[in-house]
């Protein structure tokens, strides 16, 4: 059975410009069915806007990254929920708040983010555990979904 975690904006971000272990994530353990993506329409939005920003438009030019594209086929095999219970945890950044959100519609296993200020700090949001991407990748390696 497939681990169904809510991937942070920041994952995505690092996952797709610079690989590493949410790269992994990405290229790895979804296409293989092993890790399921539970996103909402807001979360989805966030990541697009993000990676719109000039800062990355360099990257995104040196890697010849279709970012769209990219991001279809990923999406493509998520969860997608378009409405999200309203959640106030997070009060020095709200927009957070709809990766929690999120975790509860979904009934996630788990939330990975890489966001050491706000997210990661809560360690479980109403019994769902917060975990880094490392994190994650080991809980699918030991197979401890």
């Given amino acids: 059975m497939p681990l169904r975690s ?10 797709l410009l610079y690989g590493g272990p949410p790269g992994e994530l990405l290229d790895v353990y979804v296409p293989q069915g092993l890790l ?12 697009y806007r993000v ?6 438009s360099f990257r995104i030019l040196e890697m010849g990254l279709d970012v769209r594209s990219s991001l279809a086929t990923i999406y493509a095999g998520a969860d997608v929920y378009a409405e999200i219970p309203p959640v106030s945890v997070i009060k ?6 709809a990766v929690l959100g999120t975790a509860l519609a979904a009934r996630a296993d788990a939330i990975t ?3 050491k200020k706000h997210v990661l700090p809560l360690k479980r949001f109403q019994g769902i555990p917060i975990l880094t991407a490392q994190e994650t990748l080991r809980k699918l390696q030991k197979g401890d979904n």
């Fill in 6 to 15: 809510v991937l942070d904006t920041n994952v995505f971000v690092s996952g």
């Fill in 36 to 47: 399921t993506i539970c996103t909402s329409t807001l979360l989805m939005n966030e990541v």
């Fill in 51 to 56: 990676l719109d920003d000039p800062k990355f």
């Fill in 92 to 97: 020095e950044d709200p927009s957070d708040n």
């Fill in 113 to 115: 983010s890489g966001d």
